[in-house]
């Protein structure tokens, strides 16, 4: 036999497949295995053959199977804004998503119809006013039944933009729809008001056998449009939840709230001559169904723009716009004058000019400036997870 230096055997290449043997020591023998030197259930079973078990590595059961490392450097992450889409997609809740386009648009239709017919209908014999009263007619100001329009087209581009997946359009119908219960209210107010003082009047003046007020279909299609609307946002909310997008910057949200809360009290600020408590008086503003919608209109803007906004993704911020549509076009329509008595928003302040205050002006801008911007910003927002880089050991030897 030759003699000479033993080399020891080389060691296995790297990028031979990775195997660990499981030896079974002989009947009654304790292996290290063994816990408190008694031998498990496993080291007593019995031995079927002197071969040892090779087990393979399993395979992660929701990653599939990755080639041998070959590099040191692996990347453990990917930027998880990489992989969303170009626009919000809702194709998970399309049938939610075309139930409430069919809802918001029907909602649309009867309040753009529900403005052009009669609120209220006055037949009598004496010398008082008579016939059909329209939105225009019943004190509400010249500007109300225009304010009813441009809700319904609200409500409608909110169901249209809500079908091309984004959800900025489900909240913006659903902001509508909200504001719309105190303002139907509202008009309900001004409605008694104009029978009762027909009445009142036709008695007074002692002319005349008899006076009849009904309530006018056009507050029935209305009535009927406001809950269609409140049902649709109610559907509406099922996109209000966490969408693929990047979110939205928190500190701009924040600007949208509180500017969404002073256009809400704004119109509480007393004028000349008055105080804050005339504000909750029923004597003051004519009946406690004006008051008490008034005060609901303000209530409904503060709590959308809010919960919009506070919310901070796209539905949320189309909540806050939504519910301050009717209340931009009776800024603007009073501010420039439009029509005989435009009246500003939430209908005038106690002792007030007919002019919206400039807490209540901010307020506007601040939500509709914050709005834009959020939605801006947003969709230029890193990745929530940026890229990292784990340092892996190097199995490779030398030979």
Known sequence: MPTG???APPPPSPTAPFTIIEQTPPPGQIGPWAVGGVATAH??????????????????????????????????ATPLGSAAPAIDETRA?????????????????????GSFLPMLTIRTDSSVPSGDFDLN???????????FVIAGVALIAGAVISNFR???????????????????????????????????SAVASGQGTFIETTTGVGFFVLAAAVVLGFVAMLVGLAFA?????PPLNRL?????ALGGIAAGVGQLIPGSGASLSDNFDTGFMGSAWIVYSRLGIMGAIIVATMVGFLRCNRWGVGFAI?????????????VADWGTQPLPPAFGNPGGDLKPTAVTTIGLVAVIGFGALALLVGGRREPLVQPTTVMMPDYRQSA
């Open 241 to 245: 939840g966490y969408d693929t997008l």
């Open 166 to 200: 984004y959800r900025f359009g489900a909240g913006l119908s659903g902001g509508t729809a909200l504001v719309l219960i105190p303002y139907l209210a509202y008009v309900w107010g001004l409605t008694r008001i104009v029978s009762d003082h027909a009445q009142a």
């Open 137 to 147: 007619d019943i004190f509400g100001g010249s500007n109300l039944q225009i304010a």
């Open 252 to 256: 701009i949200c924040m600007g949208g």
């Open 5 to 7: 230096p033993v080399f």
């Open 322 to 334: 939504g519910s301050i549509v009717i209340y931009v076009w009776q800024w603007i329509s009073s």
């Open 43 to 76: 080291d007593a079973a019995p031995l079927t053959g002197a071969q040892p078990t090779l087990v393979q590595p399993a395979t992660d059961r929701f990653y599939p199977a990755s080639p041998p490392l070959t590099a040191t450097a692996v990347h453990a």
């Open 93 to 113: 809740n399309s049938g939610v998503n075309i139930a409430f386009g069919i809802l918001a648009s029907l909602a649309g239709l009867a309040v753009i119809i």
